[in-house]
């Protein structure tokens, strides 16, 4: 037996406290750095989805505690969960830009490094190292891929009807939305060439697929809302933001929430010099456009109450900026205390 298989065998029989893998996945490959217990981080290396499966199994019987991780993306949760169940320690991360020196030089295998010596970092306590996503459970996500969808769909009705538009504009006609409903598009096509008419049904017929089935999962998601629910929110609203969120337990005060909806004011401070800076939007889109969404229909639709009349001289003061009226709209305190129920004003 020479040197080198000497070596391997007693590597393999040895047993190590921890194992750190980062995880740079793709959909057909994997790769992977390692680190045993405090060592070096290993070389990287590239499997197939199959070897990489009995390969993750050898390691579990090499060391007390195997630790991954791996960037959220397009592959969802479905390896974490099979991580798991293997009885891996796995935590799924946020994406951010994982050459910080900037130097240029960026591939999978730098990557797969520079998750794994963070995540020995995070293992060792350093809990700051990775900013955690929460996994869902099968069902959460099947039920927050209704919401998304639908706000998928609207986003596309808006995408083909600006383009629309755009056709419109390029000879000469300036329309708003809506260009393609009803009596509007009846006007319209009086006045249009016929060939440009012809360009704009292939819109229209994309528009009417999309809107009927924007509709029906508009439908869908309000009718499954409880009767019962929080003062100030509709069905739909309700059953978005209770999607997004997912397990409110999970938060241990209220800055946690801020954090999450990324509505919390921002700071930039440094010795005495201290200025404050708008909402970070850090956190959940879908979650925090839901509610700024909310605090806007509780302007128009609900102008007698409380806390509407106590901003109306800015939000319906014409000469205000933008930023200003954006800012008193949603007045976060009092308006939370409101959805929750403490101190409901007289609407």
């Known amino acids: ?26 959909a057909d490959t994997l790769v992977v750095v390692r680190i045993l217990d405090h060592s070096s981080p290993q070389p990287a290396q590239r499997f197939t989805w199959d070897k990489f499966r009995v390969w993750i199994k050898t390691q579990l019987a090499l060391a007390q505690a195997v630790h991954s991780c791996y960037e959220a993306g397009p592959f ?13 320690h796995n935590v799924v991360v946020q994406p951010v830009c994982l050459d910080e020196r900037h130097t240029g030089v960026n591939h999978d295998s730098s990557d797969a490094r520079e998750l794994a010596l963070r995540l020995d970092r995070y293992v060792a306590g350093n ?30 009705v808006q995408r083909v009807a600006a383009q629309g538009r755009g056709l419109l504009l390029s000879q000469g006609h300036r329309e708003k939305a809506g260009w393609w409903t009803g009596r509007r598009w009846n006007d319209l096509q009086d006045r249009l060439p016929a060939w440009l008419v012809t360009r704009l049904e292939v819109f229209r017929r994309v528009l009417a697929t999309l809107t009927t089935e924007l ?17 100030g929110l509709g069905g739909l609203t309700y059953e ?21 909806t990324g509505l919390c004011g921002g700071v930039s401070a440094s010795g005495p010099s201290r200025q404050l800076l708008p909402i970070t939007k850090h956190g959940n889109v879908r979650l925090r ?17 409380k806390l509407v009349k106590k901003w109306w001289p800015v939000l319906g003061n014409a000469k205000a900026s933008k930023a200003a009226r954006k800012k008193r709209s949603w007045p976060w305190p009092d308006r939370w205390r409101w959805i929750c129920g403490a101190g409901a004003p007289a609407a």
């Not at 020479?2 to 040895?14: F, G, I, P, T, Y």
């Not at 969802?76 to 891996?88: A, F, N, P, S, T």
Request: with cysteine.
């Open 1 to 26: 037996m020479n040197n080198s298989e000497v070596r391997a065998e007693q590597a393999a029989s040895k047993t190590y406290q921890t194992i750190k893998l980062g995880l740079d996945v793709h």
């Open 76 to 88: 969802g949760y479905g390896l974490h969960r099979e991580l798991v169940m293997l009885g891996v």
């Open 127 to 156: 809990t700051r190292q990775l900013a955690t996503v929460r996994v869902p459970t099968p069902e959460q996500e099947q039920k927050r891929s209704e919401s998304r969808q639908r706000e998928q769909l609207r986003r596309e």
């Open 215 to 231: 509709a029906t999962a508009t439908t869908a998601l309000a009718a499954a809302a409880p009767a019962v629910r929080p003062k």
């Open 240 to 260: 978005v933001v209770e999607r997004e969120v997912g397990q409110w337990d999970r938060f241990d005060n209220r800055r946690q929430v801020g954090s999450y």
């Open 289 to 305: 456009t839901a509610l700024i969404e909310l605090a806007w229909r509780l302007v128009l639709w609900q102008p007698d109450c």
